[in-house]
């Protein structure tokens, strides 16, 4: 059974970057959607980026367009979330997660594997 773990949270002030990773175990990950979602107190789970197999077509949420960036590594089990020009409202706890579809998809009700999530909390 696919299981993952994040790294790569803390805080961070406004405008600067942190890099999150998750380390995968337990299956590759060649055949399976990537996403990564968070969760503010009090909010519902959201996904933020995702990235399917094979062509490695990535989709972001509109609030993180142009700052975040998904990446993958199948031989090594790894998946990357680069976020740069972090705001306030990142804030959050990170997920990663993998879903059997091979669709760009950030619902999370089609993810089927979960990571405990890493905290990031950007400062203003």
């Known amino acids: 059974q696919l299981q993952f773990v994040e790294s790569g949270g803390g805080l961070v002030r406004t405008g600067e970057s942190l890099r999150l990773s998750c380390a995968a175990s337990?299956?590759?990950?060649?055949?399976?959607?990537i996403g990564w979602f968070r969760q503010a107190p009090g909010k519902e789970r959201e996904g933020v980026a995702c990235?399917?197999?094979?062509?490695?077509?990535?989709t972001y949420a509109d609030s993180v367009k142009g700052r975040f960036i998904i990446s993958r590594d199948n031989a090594k089990k790894m998946v990357y979330l680069q976020m740069n020009t972090l705001k306030p409202e990142d804030t959050a706890v990170y997920y990663c997660?993998?879903?059997?579809?091979?669709?760009?998809?950030?619902?999370?009700?089609?993810?089927?594997?979960w990571g405990q999530g890493t905290q990031v909390t950007v400062s203003s």
């Open positions: 990235i399917i197999p094979l062509l490695y077509t990535t």
């Open positions: 997660a993998a879903s059997r579809t091979t669709i760009a998809t950030m619902g999370r009700n089609l993810y089927d594997y």
């Open positions: 337990g299956a590759n990950l060649e055949h399976y959607t």
